[in-house]
């Protein structure tokens, strides 16, 4: 199997590696060189369990693209990526009788990031699963203008 069919470098500014490529654990089990639980997959995108779940049911969806986080995804595959997080969310919800789900995304070694391969986490949750959101903090007084106006500024 090549790079350039199973696990391939988007084109972007990114400018990641082939041997970046060839070293990411994700982009080897896209390649079939790493088992997974594989639940789903099409032509885009594979989806299969965490094996370290916060609960049981818990899935990673990987493009099958190589890109780094969520800023260095392919807006071409936007609008598939949501309809796939769509269908395998309602299945993993459905599967575990779970009360609601997370979707989430950690972007950068701050975040949370480990795998440096764009990922999003389907974690089925329960009433009273006894898990807790991130904690919340306040703005000084004025300090909300400032930090809405730079990022307007930005945008």
Not at 44 to 64: Q, S, T, V, Y
Not at 68 to 81: I, R
Not at 112 to 131: E, M, S, T, Y
Request: proline letters at 4%.
């Amino acid at each position: 199997m090549s790079l350039e069919k199973d696990c391939v470098q988007q084109k972007s500014e990114s400018k990641i590696s082939e041997h970046a490529i060839k070293d990411c654990i994700f982009c080897k089990i896209i390649r079939g060189e790493i088992p997974c639980s594989k639940i789903y997959e099409d032509k885009e995108f594979l989806a299969f369990l965490d094996i370290k779940p916060i609960n049981k049911g818990h899935a990673l969806i990987i493009p099958k693209i190589h890109c780094k986080n969520l800023l260095d995804f392919p807006k071409s595959e936007e609008t598939d990526l949501v309809e796939f997080i769509k269908k395998v969310a309602a299945a993993v919800v459905k599967a575990t009788n779970a009360d609601g789900f997370n979707l989430g995304m950690n972007n950068g070694g701050a975040a949370g990031q480990i795998v440096q391969h764009a990922h999003f986490h389907i974690i089925p949750r329960f009433d009273n699963d006894g898990l807790i959101s991130w904690p919340h903090k306040e703005y000084s007084e004025g300090e909300m203008q400032e930090m809405q106006k730079k990022i307007v500024g930005l945008l």
